[in-house]
């Protein structure tokens, strides 16, 4: 029962490089969501997707990437990475979006350094 | 733009005491949900809210939203060290898919 797997878990890059993040569900959910949890400020949306081939901008999208070309899967890119975006990233996936009595599911975590 | 806030941030409370955490929000909803995070971990659903008036109450907590007064509350009765850890409310938007969270309270229960 894995739920929703994140890869990698840690990672460290230098400034300007680039790298994916992947999701993957295997709940069948539509809806999956790219979140960044900093200290003291929660969890902010990074960006989201409502079904396959469908994306959206969250609160914080700025520098990020994401694709959906599979129901199972969401990737968030990084394409030139700056400190500012040291963070743990999460992702999160769920039935239907607000307006259900499901909550999110999320994964693990991927924490990211970026030097 | 949907803003929550929790209060207080952080929490210190002895085993046996009950405390209240409260959640506000700036925009009408009725959609709100709690979640407890351990630290290094992912979040965990405790509770989802989805009506005025709506209690729900799982071992030593117990959650209520008011969306009249945009606020919910978590509160826990006799605390035991087992509850420490960082709780997260959520609240989504009536219309729309995106989840807004508040900064979180790290409860810290003491022996």
């Known amino acids: 029962n894995a739920g929703v797997t994140q890869t990698p878990k840690f990672r460290v890059l230098k400034t300007g490089q680039s790298m994916t993040l992947l999701c993957a569900q295997d709940?069948?959910?539509?809806?999956m969501y790219w979140y960044r949890q900093d200290p003291g400020m929660g969890l902010r949306l990074i960006h989201y997707?409502?079904?396959?081939?469908?994306?959206a901008k969250g609160e914080v999208p700025d520098g990020y990437n994401v694709s959906r070309l599979k129901k199972q899967n969401f990737l968030l890119g990084l394409e030139s990475a700056a400190p500012s975006q040291t963070s743990v990233y999460f992702c999160?996936?769920?039935?239907?979006?607000?307006?259900?009595?499901?909550?999110?599911?999320f994964g693990d975590g991927t924490r990211l350094s970026i030097l | 733009e949907l803003k929550v806030e929790q209060n207080p941030l952080f929490l210190s409370m002895q085993e046996g005491k009950n405390y209240t955490i409260y959640c506000n929000y700036s925009?009408?909803?009725?959609?709100l949900y709690w979640y407890r995070q351990d630290p290094g971990k992912s979040l965990e659903s405790l509770f989802v809210?989805?009506?005025?008036?709506a209690v729900k109450q799982e071992g030593r907590l117990m959650a209520s939203l008011d969306t009249k007064a945009r606020l919910s509350t978590l509160h826990i009765t006799a605390a035991v060290h087992d509850l420490s850890a960082t709780y997260f409310c959520?609240?989504?938007?009536?219309?729309?898919?995106?989840?807004?969270f508040g900064t979180g309270t790290s409860l810290t229960v003491i022996p």
């Open positions: 709940m069948n959910h539509e809806y």
């Open positions: 999160a996936s769920g039935p239907t979006g607000s307006g259900t009595n499901q909550p999110q599911h």
């Open positions: 809210l989805l009506s005025n008036g």
């Open positions: 959520a609240v989504a938007l009536n219309t729309g898919n995106q989840f807004y």
């Open positions: 925009t009408t909803s009725d959609r």
């Open positions: 997707s409502v079904g396959e081939g469908t994306t």
